[in-house]
């Protein structure tokens, strides 16, 4: 006689409220052990629950959207008793068993659960979103998921994507690659062995996760780079003469806890620069904190590890906290949380050289700070040139959400702020 089983959600490892993005099964479908019930979503992968038994569905229990947990009830399956061949392999019941809490009933054979290891599998080195059947099936046909128009919600690929893909290279024509509703036309594939001796090299994961993210936000935000310059002479002087006192204390006092105060009051200042667009673009989330991002070299590629609080903190707090989150980050140390939360975003070249450049948006941010390089430049004062120390300023943004007007004034009140610290006390 056929029993009705509550399927619930498994053990998906250091996951929680995450997304229902797709029900791949209605009430009434007969399913085999193993065969995918829904898939759901975090922002680090996409990951589908099968089902634990072969049976028919009964009431589904989530819907698409819902934030679930480990032990919600996903839906009701009506099960035939298992058959000897049907049961769990020996050497798996005893893991199962040894796995048990002391005192906890035997429970029917949980489904196959994939551990936090496969959960980062399945983020590592792919880019494009899209579920695993998806990608199976992609996979089957060795279609390159990257390649493939993404027409799902949130830019996720679906199956006819794919088979869109399929069918437009059968016919001889190059897919396109689209973000959203734009196309855009495919770069043509370059055999570069026809000119030479070539190696390929395997991007690392934090070049291809940052890599999808900063092209991303490249196509979604409109961007414009206001440039400037800040008197920094006094400020340098300043720091100089607190080196040794930070010494003293462990630390090494650069510009870049200087120009995190400095963003700090000026986000406070401008809060439009403090915002995010909403989603529907009709309004602007307003942040009543300021955390910023400090973009990071590391041997692996650009990390953007966020410092939060920073108008509450003082410079050598913000000094020894830098330290300790860029060494992190070269450690390959940072965790999720790490890189989340932020406002506004500093990117520092200064310690390498260049004299301008134009740094991406890090969305959903609204604005990022370029740095460069300071040089001593002989500066007009009214009657006489003066050797000062100026400092190039980059401030990217998103038009969609600041003026060109705003973006000016944003650039003119840092440099006044670093022209003249005392500024931030007011
Ligand atoms: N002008 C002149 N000198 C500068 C400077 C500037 N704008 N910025 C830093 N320096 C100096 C520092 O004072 C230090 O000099 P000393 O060794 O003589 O004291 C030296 O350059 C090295 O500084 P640093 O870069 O190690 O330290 P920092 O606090 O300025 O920056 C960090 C820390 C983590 C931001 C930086 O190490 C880093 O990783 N920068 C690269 C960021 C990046 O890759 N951005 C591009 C992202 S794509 O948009």
Same mark, same amino acid.
């Given at each position: 006689?056929?029993?009705?089983?509550?399927?619930?959600?498994?053990? $998906?490892?250091?996951?929680?409220?995450?997304?229902?993005?797709?029900?791949?099964?209605?009430?009434?479908?007969?399913?085999?052990?193993?065969?995918?019930?829904?898939?759901?979503?975090?922002?680090?992968?996409?990951?589908? $629950?099968?089902?634990?038994?072969?049976?028919?569905?009964?009431?589904?229990?989530?819907?698409?959207?819902?934030?679930?947990?480990?032990?919600?009830?996903?839906?009701?399956?009506?099960?035939?008793?298992?058959?000897?061949?049907?049961?769990?392999?020996?050497?798996?019941?005893?893991?199962?068993?040894?796995?048990?809490?002391?005192?906890?009933?035997?429970?029917?054979?949980?489904?196959?659960?994939?551990?936090?290891?496969?959960?980062?599998?399945?983020?590592?080195?792919?880019?494009?979103h899209a579920s695993p059947a998806v990608r199976r099936f992609a996979r089957e046909l060795g279609v390159d998921l990257n390649r493939a128009a993404a027409t799902g919600p949130k830019g996720r690929v679906l199956k006819e994507d794919?088979?869109?893909?399929?069918?437009?290279?059968?016919?001889?024509?190059?897919?396109?690659?689209?973000?959203?509703?734009?196309?855009?036309?495919?770069?043509?594939?370059?055999?570069?062995?026809?000119?030479?001796?070539?190696?390929?090299?395997?991007?690392?994961?934090?070049?291809?996760?940052?890599?999808?993210?900063?092209?991303?936000?490249?196509?979604?935000?409109?961007?414009?780079?206001?440039?400037?310059?800040?008197?920094?002479?006094?400020?340098?002087?300043?720091?100089?003469?607190?080196?040794?006192?930070a010494e003293q204390s462990g630390l090494k006092l650069t510009l870049m806890p200087f120009l995190m105060k400095a963003c700090a009051a000026a986000l406070k200042a401008m809060p439009e620069f403090n915002s995010s667009l909403a989603?529907?673009?009709?309004?602007?989330?307003?942040?009543?904190?300021?955390?910023?991002?400090?973009?990071?070299?590391?041997?692996?590629?650009?990390?953007?590890?966020?410092?939060?609080?920073?108008?509450?903190?003082?410079?050598?707090?913000?000094?020894?906290?830098?330290?300790?989150?860029?060494?992190?980050?070269?450690?390959?140390?940072?965790?999720?949380?790490?890189?989340?939360?932020?406002?506004?975003?500093?990117?520092?070249?200064?310690?390498?050289?260049?004299?301008?450049?134009?740094?991406?948006?890090?969305?959903?941010?609204?604005?990022?700070?370029?740095?460069?390089?300071?040089?001593?430049?002989?500066?007009?004062?009214?009657?006489?040139?003066?050797?000062?120390?100026?400092?190039?300023?980059?401030?990217?943004?998103?038009?969609?959400?600041?003026?060109?007007?705003?973006?000016?004034?944003?650039?003119?009140?840092?440099?006044?702020?670093?022209?003249?610290?005392?500024?931030?006390?007011?």
């Open positions: 006689m056929a029993n009705l089983i509550e399927v619930l959600l498994p053990d $998906i490892g250091d996951f929680h409220n995450v997304e229902v993005i797709e029900i791949l099964v209605s009430p009434g479908d007969r399913v085999e052990r193993d065969s995918s019930l829904i898939t759901l979503e975090s922002d680090k992968a996409s990951l589908e $629950i099968p089902s634990p038994q072969a049976g028919e569905v009964g009431e589904i229990k989530v819907r698409l959207g819902d934030k679930v947990n480990v032990g919600d009830l996903v839906l009701t399956l009506k099960v035939e008793p298992e058959t000897p061949g049907e049961a769990a392999e020996p050497a798996e019941d005893a893991a199962l068993e040894a796995a048990r809490a002391p005192g906890e009933k035997a429970r029917q054979r949980p489904p196959v659960m994939p551990t936090p290891a496969d959960m980062a599998g399945i983020a590592r080195g792919r880019n494009a794919v088979q869109t893909f399929v069918k437009q290279a059968l016919k001889g024509e190059r897919p396109a690659l689209t973000a959203g509703a734009f196309a855009l036309p495919a770069l043509p594939e370059v055999d570069f062995s026809k000119y030479g001796k070539v190696e390929f090299v395997p991007l690392s994961r934090i070049k291809k996760l940052s890599g999808a993210h900063l092209h991303r936000c490249w196509l979604n935000l409109p961007h414009v780079t206001q440039f400037g310059e800040a008197d920094i002479t006094e400020l340098e002087a300043f720091r100089l003469g607190l080196r040794g006192e989603p529907d673009g009709e309004s602007l989330v307003m942040k009543k904190y300021v955390h910023i991002g400090v973009a990071v070299d590391t041997p692996n590629g650009l990390v953007v590890p966020v410092i939060r609080d920073l108008d509450r903190k003082s410079l050598f707090e913000l000094a020894a906290e830098l330290k300790a989150t860029s060494g992190r980050a070269r450690d390959g140390k940072l965790s999720p949380a790490d890189l989340q939360g932020g406002c506004f975003s500093i990117s520092s070249l200064g310690g390498i050289g260049g004299t301008a450049f134009t740094p991406i948006v890090n969305a959903p941010e609204v604005a990022v700070l370029g740095v460069s390089r300071a040089e001593t430049k002989p500066v007009w004062n009214g009657s006489e040139f003066r050797p000062r120390l100026m400092l190039p300023l980059s401030l990217s943004y998103d038009h969609r959400v600041i003026d060109g007007a705003q973006g000016a004034r944003f650039v003119v009140l840092l440099a006044s702020l670093l022209g003249d610290i005392r500024r931030l006390l007011l």
